[in-house]
């Protein structure tokens, strides 16, 4: 055994044990992890498991009631909506598992660097982020895609540009609090650059505070890619996208109902999900650390 391991195991297994016991009694946690699970496991294996294809239809079975053999109906053109909606999984995951990854690297950096340095760096940033604030988020994204063209790809950048702003705003409070730390202070005084100190020292203990703001932004990372396509700015017919499915449906919103609700069930399932487990990781990591928190 390293001395690293008998120095730490200790710690690290009275702070796995805490988690543990916080996590058994959080069902925000749980039934939002499996939520996500679920969601992650779908948009991966989905268009491989479907019970029909997704893109090819079946004119006979033209809008056909929700039935055994097809669970949530048929669409206009035949296609199985459960097969649609499974395929559908993928876009969604890549689209918000894009955005946001975009949106916290650059969210990440420009707080890093905004509560960092400071002084008129900080304000630059600061003014621009309450600039990116001010716009509605559908509008801003709506400007970004218009501008770049129709496409994922575009869909991606203008997502993870609208929620980048707020992610630097978590960054930045969380880096002011530790760039006065002994650690911080130790590191600057040795003679350790600039990048050193935000990458290393203080870059770390940002991640908690990153990774909560992330699952719960992710929520509405899907909400707006879903308004995006029903506004026809994603995805391009016949792709299996939610939102485009359910723009596709108006015209049977009365006649066939199930073409739009079975599409934003899913939707606000997954939403419901991610926001379950966002709340339910504050709630594990405040109770742990209450837990673990010295009692006089």
Request: proline share 5%.
């Amino acid at each position: 055994m390293t001395t690293t391991s008998r120095r730490y195991g200790p710690f690290l297994a009275e702070l796995g044990r805490r988690w543990r016991s916080v996590v058994a009694g959080n069902r925000q946690l749980v039934v939002g992890g499996v939520i996500c699970v679920v969601f992650v496991v779908m948009g991966v294996a989905g268009p491989y498991i479907t019970p029909y294809s997704p893109f090819d239809g079946d004119t006979a079975s033209r809008l056909a009631t929700p039935s055994l053999a097809h669970p949530f109906g048929t669409d206009a053109f035949g296609r199985d909506v459960l097969s649609r909606l499974m395929a559908g999984t993928r876009y969604a995951l890549v689209t918000g598992v894009g955005a946001i990854g975009l949106a916290v690297v650059i969210g990440a950096c420009a707080g890093l660097i905004a509560g960092y340095f400071r002084g008129w760096i900080d304000e630059v940033l600061m003014r621009l982020t309450d600039v990116a604030l001010a716009v509605p988020s559908v509008i801003l994204a709506l400007v970004i895609v218009t501008s770049l063209g129709s496409s994922v790809r575009n869909l991606v950048i203008a997502i993870g540009a609208v929620y980048a702003p707020r992610i630097a705003r978590v960054v930045r409070s969380r880096t002011l609090e530790i760039r006065e730390r002994d650690f911080v202070v130790a590191a600057r005084a040795r003679g350790e650059n600039h990048l050193y100190v935000m990458a290393v020292e203080i870059g770390p203990h940002t991640a908690s505070a990153l990774a909560v703001e992330a699952s719960m932004r992710m929520s509405f990372v899907l909400l707006l890619q879903a308004a995006l396509s029903f506004l026809g700015l994603g995805l391009s017919p016949p792709a299996p996208d939610w939102g485009l499915m359910i723009s596709g449906s108006r015209l049977q919103m009365y006649s066939a109902p199930w073409l739009i609700v079975f599409p934003s069930l899913v939707i606000t399932i997954t939403i419901v999900g991610f926001n379950m487990l966002g709340d339910g990781i504050v709630s594990a990591t405040d109770r742990t650390l209450d837990a673990a928190r010295p009692r006089n």
